[in-house]
């Protein structure tokens, strides 16, 4: 078990090197900020000591040797429009963004499990039948226009929940709800099929005929068995709820890291740019080392490995 997690700590240290390295170059595929930030006329004096002061004219080697050194000490870099360190930009917005992330899983897992369970047991009925349509209109709505839609109903013609900022419980409703639409459907759809899978094979036939009680098996051998691939996809969707909420948060004027991001990205503000994906990329291989320890606690057989 030891080995296993060891050997995730390494291959999650190469991947946060492989997205340093890629998001250093992807940002300055734009091209120098420089105009961005002084006059139109501003003298080539003035924009000569603006990019040496920033390092934009040295070579992209050593502008790279020198990211990679200074993110290992923790430091990131200054924001070109803020004027403050670019991580602490990144982590003053990474609350609002987890909190929204989070309630938008938890609402999917909430209601994807259930439906799966009795759809999985229901096949082919209208449950089963109602809950698939479902599940493809959830799949088929971009989150955006989802975003929009809720926004028009809610707040411009019923008027029960609020626009957009985030100001209690409330102003977190409508979007957790386009955010987690997409991750409900694929969770549903995933689990369902493992489901009906399980429920015909020969260790749940002989539960059934031992007399065990039918929510036991279920609960014991069926949805234990179903899980292990619903588990890996709910960490992939960890991933999809983050990139989602760049979006949503745009939509709802969220203030979490997406809004930030997309301000940046706008502004050519290099360090902050790097600062958002890589915090990204933590939280994502972190969620993704977690599941896989996740796959010990289903699975006895991979504790020995």
């Known amino acids: 078990?030891?080995?296993?997690?060891?050997?995730?700590?390494?291959?999650?240290?190469?991947?946060?090197?492989?997205?340093?390295?890629?998001?250093?170059f992807l940002v300055r595929l734009g091209g120098d900020p420089t105009g961005l930030f002084l006059p139109p006329d501003a003298a080539p004096a003035d924009l000569a000591a603006f990019r040496h002061a920033m390092g934009f004219d040295q070579p992209w080697p050593v502008q790279l040797g020198q990211f990679l050194w200074a993110g290992l000490h923790g430091d990131f870099g200054q924001s070109l429009r803020y004027g403050q360190p670019a991580m602490r930009l990144v982590l003053e917005r990474l609350p609002a963004t987890v909190e929204l992330s989070a309630v938008a899983l938890v609402l999917s897992v909430l209601v994807s499990v259930p439906v799966a369970i009795v759809a999985a047991q229901n096949r082919g009925r209208a449950f089963d039948r109602a809950g698939l349509l479902a599940t493809l209109a959830g799949q088929s709505f971009p989150a955006f226009w989802l975003a929009i839609m809720l926004i028009l109903v809610f707040s411009e013609w019923l008027g029960v929940l609020p626009p957009s900022g985030r100001q209690g419980w409330r102003s977190l409703v409508l979007p957790a709800i386009s955010l987690a639409a997409y991750s409900t459907a694929i969770i549903t759809r995933l689990l369902r099929s493992n489901m009906i899978e399980v429920l015909q094979s020969n260790h749940v036939r002989t539960a059934h005929a031992k007399g065990l009680p039918h929510g036991s098996v279920i609960w014991r051998h069926v949805l234990r068995n179903a899980a292990?691939?619903?588990?890996?996809?709910?960490?992939?969707?960890?991933?999809?709820?983050?990139?989602?909420?760049?979006?949503?948060?745009?939509?709802f004027a969220w203030p979490g890291m997406g809004q930030l991001a997309i301000q940046a990205i706008s502004n050519r503000d290099f360090a902050v740019v790097q600062a958002f994906v890589l915090t990204m990329a933590v939280v994502i291989v972190a969620v993704n080392l977690l599941v896989d320890l996740t796959y010990a606690l289903l699975d006895p057989r991979l504790r020995r490995m």
């Open 1 to 24: 078990m030891f080995g296993r997690v060891f050997s995730r700590l390494l291959h999650a240290a190469a991947v946060l090197l492989g997205v340093s390295v890629a998001v250093f």
């Open 228 to 251: 292990i691939p619903t588990v890996t996809v709910i960490g992939l969707q960890v991933g999809g709820l983050l990139g989602g909420a760049v979006i949503t948060e745009q939509i």
